[in-house]
């Protein structure tokens, strides 16, 4: 079984081959993994618990935003990388246990390859 983002292989990471293989090299890259995976266990919890409160719990990948956390390389403004995060807030209210694109889109965290760029 391979815990996977876009093709990255758990067992390169046994086997010290993560780097080669794609699997990012600081913790914060490697924890969205992590994210992903608890967004959708979380999810299923409280729809089993509390079936009729309406929780949501989803992710959301807002892009590659030009901040102090990416040394200022993000192409994208702080607007643009708000639109994901705000269409979780104030217009998803079917979305349960999902990953969202930066273009307010569901996108399978453990796919092969990431969605288009937008």
């Known amino acids: 079984?391979?815990?996977t983002i876009w093709?990255?292989?758990k067992r390169d990471a046994k086997a010290n081959k993560h780097q080669e293989a794609g699997w990012g090299t600081s913790a914060y890259v490697?924890?969205?993994v992590g994210v992903s995976?608890?967004?959708r266990i979380q999810q299923r919890e409280f729809d089993k618990e509390a079936p009729n409160r309406n929780?949501?719990?989803n992710s959301v990948h807002p892009g590659y935003v030009d901040t102090d956390m990416t040394s200022h390389k993000?192409?994208?403004t702080i607007e643009q990388g708000a639109r994901a995060p705000l269409f979780l807030a104030?217009?998803?209210e079917n979305l349960k246990g999902q990953y969202i694109w930066s273009n307010a889109?569901?996108?399978q965290w453990d796919a092969d390859k990431p969605p288009a760029p937008v």
């Open 7 to 9: 093709g990255l292989r």
């Open 1 to 3: 079984m391979a815990l």
């Open 30 to 32: 490697v924890s969205k």
């Open 105 to 107: 889109t569901v996108a």
């Open 55 to 57: 929780i949501s719990v």
């Open 74 to 76: 993000g192409p994208w």
């Open 90 to 92: 104030l217009e998803a």
């Open 37 to 39: 995976a608890l967004t």
